[in-house]
T-cell receptor, first 111, second 113 residues
Framework: DAKTTQPPSMDCAEGRAANLPCNHS???????VYWYRQIHSQGPQYIIH???NNETNEMASLIITEDRKSSTLILPHATLRDTAVYYC????????????FGTGTRLTVIP | ETGVTQSPTHLIKTRGQQVTLRCSSQ?????VSWYQQALGQGPQFIFQ???????GRGNFPPRFSGLQFPNYSSELNVNALELDDSALYLC????????????FGQGTRLTVV
C-alpha cells in the first residue's frame, strides 16, 4: 500500500470549512483513498473513500487531484465535535480491514 | 454507536501473564480485524478473521493469536505479556472482506506492569 503524508496538526474556526490535505505521490492505479477519524478515547470512524472521482456524503467531501498524487478532505462547516485525529489511508481494493494508519492530522476546531 | 462491543474496557496485567480480549461484531458482519494502538500512534493491524479462519496478519509475533466463533464474535489472546504490549486494542467488524466500511469498537485499554 502506498505511503501517505499529512500535516501533524491543523486548527479551524467553528463554522468554517476544514480542508485537510494528504499527499500520496506513489499511489498506484488500483489503490483507493480512505479517510477515517478518531475522536479522543473512541475507535476510528469511517468518513469517506474514493478512487479517482470526487466524492461527497453527509459527513464530508473528498477531492482527489487529476494525477491522484494528493487529495483533500473537506468538512464544510466544522463543529467542535469534529475535533479529532484524521487519517488518510491508501490501499488496494475496497476491503476496509487491514488498514495501515499513520499518525494522521490532529484537527482542532476553535470556538 | 457502532454496534461493536469490546470487553473489558480496561485491565491491568503483569508481565509474563496471558490475556484474552473479547469483541462482539455488529449484527450480520462476518469479518473482524484486531488493531493495536500505542499511545500517540495510529492503530496497527494485528490480524483479520473471516468466517472463523485467519485471513491476513500484520507484523505481530505468534504470541498474538485469535479466534472467531460461529456467531462471528471474536477473541484476541496475548501470551507472555511484555511491557510494550500496553496499548489500546481495537476490534473492527465489516459486512464482509470487501465491504468498504469498518466499524470499530471503543477498545480495551491494556496496561502491563
Amino acid at each position: 500500500d502506498a505511503k501517505t503524508t499529512q500535516p501533524p496538526s491543523m486548527d479551524c474556526a467553528e463554522g468554517r470549512a476544514a480542508n485537510l490535505p494528504c499527499n500520496h505521490s506513489t499511489i498506484s492505479g488500483n489503490e483507493y483513498v480512505y479517510w477515517y477519524r478518531q475522536i479522543h478515547s473512541q475507535g476510528p470512524q469511517y468518513i469517506i473513500h474514493g478512487l479517482k472521482n470526487n466524492e461527497t456524503n453527509e459527513m464530508a467531501s473528498l477531492i482527489i487531484t487529476e494525477d491522484r498524487k494528493s487529495s483533500t478532505l473537506i468538512l464544510p462547516h466544522a463543529t467542535l465535535r469534529d475535533t479529532a485525529v484524521y487519517y488518510c489511508i491508501v490501499r488496494v481494493g475496497t476491503g476496509a480491514n487491514n488498514l495501515f494508519f499513520g499518525t494522521g492530522t490532529r484537527l482542532t476546531v476553535i470556538p | 454507536e457502532t454496534g461493536v462491543t469490546q470487553s473489558p474496557t480496561h485491565l491491568i496485567k503483569t508481565r509474563g501473564q496471558q490475556v484474552t480480549l473479547r469483541c462482539s461484531s455488529q449484527s450480520g458482519h462476518n469479518t473482524v480485524s484486531w488493531y493495536q494502538q500505542a499511545l500517540g500512534q495510529g492503530p496497527q493491524f494485528i490480524f483479520q478473521y473471516y468466517r472463523e479462519e485467519e485471513n491476513g496478519r500484520g507484523n505481530f509475533p505468534p504470541r498474538f493469536s485469535g479466534l472467531q466463533f460461529p456467531n462471528y464474535s471474536s477473541e484476541l489472546n496475548v501470551n507472555a505479556l511484555e511491557l510494550d504490549d500496553s496499548a489500546l486494542y481495537l476490534c473492527a467488524s465489516s459486512l464482509n472482506r470487501v465491504n468498504t466500511e469498518a466499524f470499530f469498537g471503543q477498545g480495551t485499554r491494556l496496561t502491563v506492569v
